[in-house]
């Protein structure tokens, strides 16, 4: 597999469910992010990791778990979601976390929650 | 802090028309520009980005961008679409560090 992958590409939770989305690169890259994108809404960072370390935390709500074991991997841990988290939840990773730096996004995970 | 306006949410073309789709943004220190394309069900990719220099950027799949700092503004353009672009354009800023701020895209509709 090249760039970046994200599992499951589809989710659907009810509001008391636990569960995971995973993302993976295989680009070498040491950033890793993880972005909301709401319909017609531009798109919000909530997490950023360096190097293992996160170094952003967006006032996301604390339902949104990240993990991030090595610099290849980037979970997102979900807990008793609300409706209005229903998105689709892209990963992205760059070489480093500076501002030039071109991200690289994967396909995404769209999130339903009833 | 920086943000970023994109002038039209939805940009109907002919197919082998020219297509410009127009980004402000705003910010207080030096910035680099992006603009990403998002085709149906796939993430974003970097079509092209300005960081120093010529003001005019050239990105893949013949688009090209010019950067107008005194009306800090980043237009995208392509001479001639074809089926294939129609997708949605996200325009970017950022400043030293990792944070990129996105408008809320274009949807460019491409009709034979």
């Known amino acids: 597999e090249t760039g970046v992958t994200q599992t499951p590409r589809h989710l659907v939770m009810g509001m008391t469910n636990k569960k995971s989305l995973k993302c993976e690169q295989h680009l070498g890259h040491n950033a890793m992010y993880w972005y909301k994108q709401s319909a017609k809404k531009p798109l919000e960072l909530m997490f950023v990791?360096?190097?293992?370390?996160?170094?952003e935390n967006n006032s996301v709500p604390s339902r949104f778990s990240p993990e991030c074991p090595n610099s290849s991997h980037l979970f997102l841990h979900l807990h008793t979601l609300q409706p209005e988290d229903s998105a689709l939840y892209l990963c992205?990773?760059?070489?480093?976390?500076?501002?030039?730096?071109?991200?690289?996004f994967g396909p995404g995970t769209r999130l339903l929650v009833l | 802090a920086q943000s970023v306006t994109q002038l039209d949410s939805q940009v109907p073309v002919f197919e082998e028309a020219p297509v410009e789709l127009r980004c402000n943004y705003s910010?207080?220190?030096?910035?680099?520009l992006f603009w990403y394309v998002q085709y149906p069900n796939q993430g974003l990719q970097l079509l092209l980005k300005y960081l120093s220099g010529s003001t005019l950027v050239k990105g893949i799949n013949g688009f090209e961008a010019e950067f107008n700092k005194s009306q800090t503004s980043f237009h995208l353009r392509k001479p001639s679409v074809h089926i294939s672009d129609t997708a949605e354009y996200f325009c970017a800023v950022s400043d030293d560090d990792y944070k990129l701020s996105f408008g809320a895209g274009t949807t460019v509709t491409v009709r034979a």
């Open positions: 990791y360096s190097l293992e370390e996160r170094v």
């Open positions: 910010s207080s220190v030096s910035v680099y």
């Open positions: 992205a990773s760059s070489k480093t976390s500076g501002g030039t730096e071109t991200q690289y």
